[in-house]
């Protein structure tokens, strides 16, 4: 386990359901993250929270709404997503905004198939 | 903005070493971090060198660090089929602070 508790591990959801994806971190980290990543496509960041506020969105279309209450949870919210939204969902937390000695830690990540 | 390169494909054979290489663009990078992300799970640090280093050995991991030529390198000697995986190298600056991540070399390796 790597302090990060990613939930369900793996969704699979209609086009026009509502879903959420659940992270926790058991780390005292300040940073959380949501990432994508994609069959033969390279991370992609969605998201970035700081102090449970939001100080990154990467254009992300707004079928994806993400809730931080606290330093802790990292919620993503999911509705009437499309096929191409299939993949694998990473969540990260950091000591700080990144760039320091312990990097992120991620979960094991929430695979999601959008039929 | 900033980037990461990687190669995409390294196959070796059982017992041999591997190395998988990087390079990077930021010149604020503090340090740098090779990721290794097995079939369906996360990705987890393996190791990291802080920028004023050059070197870095951990049991059978190497890293290299030519911060003039801005290029990491990692290299796992004696590879064992445990070690497939896709390993991620990033980059992360103390000056954005955030983490830049190559696009994953798949690390092959064959009995």
């Known amino acids: 386990e790597t302090g990060v508790t990613q939930t369900p591990r793996h969704l699979v959801m209609g086009m026009t359901n509502k879903k959420s994806l659940k992270c926790e971190q058991h780390?005292?980290?300040?940073?959380m993250y949501w990432y994508k990543q994609s069959a033969k496509k390279p991370l992609e960041l969605m998201f970035v929270?700081?102090?449970?506020?939001?100080?990154e969105n990467n254009s992300v279309p707004s079928r994806f709404s993400p809730e931080c209450p606290n330093s802790s949870h990292l919620f993503l919210h999911l509705h009437t997503l499309q096929p191409e939204d299939s993949a694998l969902y990473l969540c990260?937390?950091?000591?700080?905004?990144?760039?320091?000695?312990?990097?992120?830690?991620f979960g094991s990540g929430t695979r999601l198939t959008v039929v | 903005g900033e980037d990461v390169e990687q190669s995409l494909f390294l196959s070796v054979r059982e017992g041999d070493s591997s190395v998988i290489n990087c390079t990077y663009t930021?010149?604020?990078?503090?340090?740098l971090y090779w990721y290794k992300q097995e079939p369906g799970a996360g990705l987890q640090l393996l190791t990291y060198?802080?920028?004023?280093?050059d070197m870095k050995q951990d049991q059978r991991l190497t890293v290299l660090l030519n911060k003039k030529d801005k290029h990491l390198s990692l290299r796992i000697a004696d590879t064992q089929t445990g070690d497939s995986a896709i390993y991620f190298c990033?980059?992360?600056?103390?000056?954005?602070?955030?983490?830049?991540f190559g696009q994953g070399t798949t690390l092959q390796v064959k009995p």
């Open positions: 990260a937390s950091s000591q700080a905004a990144g760039g320091r000695e312990g990097g992120y830690t």
């Open positions: 780390l005292g980290h300040n940073a």
């Open positions: 929270y700081n102090f449970k506020e939001q100080t």
């Open positions: 930021d010149s604020s990078s503090t340090y």
């Open positions: 060198i802080f920028s004023n280093m």
């Open positions: 990033a980059s992360g600056s103390s000056n954005t602070g955030k983490l830049i």
